[in-house]
């Protein structure tokens, strides 16, 4: 991994992170925005996967429900990655060598891949609606993915 | 006694002492607490927004509720229980910080804004469940939730700084 360590190392010295850490409030607001973030794209999560299972609206197809949620859940995942980024950025070294830190990005990684291929496809066309294992398998994907996006930012505090 | 000695003697209990220097519960006690905001508020949020009557106009008020509550309220029993041993361990920081008594301030709120709609317009649902817009009062539970809830987040995640 060391070969990405002259890319952390720049993003420590940009002007963003400088900026952050120049400031006592910077990092707390960007924090909160994140954790907003958060609680709308997992929560979007979980509305999804709960359908996807038959468990809630089972009156509207998926692919209805995942119309009305789109703008979220891309306004709140590009949220995520920019707030993210300032966060990351201001405290990269840090980053760098933090466990929790590349099974986040690890976990993103899949789970942005995965989000504009088996679940855009799963949630534009009606199919998964008639098919309970296609369904089921994107619907535990999706949780297992994003909440491990979830775990690792929380954890990059604690190890 | 006064509050401060109570918050002083409920973190020094053995649970509130063996949480706060555990090396694994206290984690995982946290990130459940942070990750369950998804289930509670993270579902809570699309049936306020429904009540605003800005998402899911086609879907029945009645039909949001019934789907979405449950889910809700399990989130929400998560939240209380690690909210719970959360404070359980840390109360004198607690009791310190300006952001926990606003964030619990706006819990009060939010519960009293949610009871009220329940005791009140809810129980009328048949008049409104495919109204768009939904009556005025429905809209201002749906923006206050939203509003409040945002608050509390930003509240529960500020209390770990001292400004």
Redesign the interface.
């Known amino acids: 991994m060391s070969y990405l360590f002259p890319f952390f190392k720049w993003c420590d010295g940009t002007w963003v992170a400088e900026t952050i850490r120049g400031s006592k409030y910077l990092f707390p607001i960007i924090e909160a925005i994140h954790l907003l973030g958060l609680t709308v794209l997992l929560g979007i999560m979980v509305i999804i996967s709960l359908r996807l299972f038959g468990f809630i609206l089972k009156h509207e197809s998926t692919r209805d429900l995942a119309t009305d949620l789109r703008p979220f859940t891309w306004t709140s995942i590009v949220t995520m990655l920019v707030t993210g980024f300032m966060l990351f950025a201001s405290e990269a070294l840090k980053c760098f060598d933090s466990p929790s830190f590349r099974f986040k990005m690890a976990c993103l990684f899949f789970a942005l891949i995965f989000q504009v291929t088996v679940y855009h496809k799963a949630t534009t066309s009606d199919k998964v609606d008639s098919s309970p294992g296609y369904a089921r398998i994107t619907a535990v994907l999706a949780l297992v993915l994003w909440f491990g996006v979830g775990v690792g930012g929380r954890a990059i505090g604690f190890l | 006694m006064s509050l401060l000695s109570i918050c002083q003697w409920i973190q020094d209990t053995p649970i509130g002492t063996g949480l706060r220097e555990s090396i694994w519960m206290f984690?995982i006690v946290?990130?459940t607490h942070?990750?369950a905001?998804?289930?509670s508020?993270?579902?809570l949020?699309?049936m306020d927004l429904r009540l605003t009557g800005t998402?899911?106009k086609?879907?029945p008020m009645s039909?949001?509720s019934r789907?979405?509550l449950p889910?809700t309220l399990i989130g929400f029993t998560i939240m209380t229980i690690t909210g719970i041993f959360l404070f359980w361990c840390q109360a004198v920081k607690a009791y310190n910080s300006i952001f926990f008594k606003m964030k619990i301030a706006m819990l009060v709120l939010a519960a009293v804004n949610a009871i009220a709609y329940h005791s009140t317009i809810y129980l009328k649902m048949d008049e409104w469940d495919k109204a768009m817009p939904p009556p005025a009062r429905a809209r201002f539970a749906g923006w206050a939730s939203i509003v409040l809830w945002?608050g509390i987040?930003?509240c529960g995640?500020?209390m770990?700084?001292n400004?």
Do not use: D, H
């Open positions: 984690p946290e990130s942070v990750l905001l998804s289930l508020v993270g579902t949020f699309w998402f899911m086609k879907q039909q949001v789907s979405v889910w945002i987040i930003i995640r500020t770990a700084y400004f």
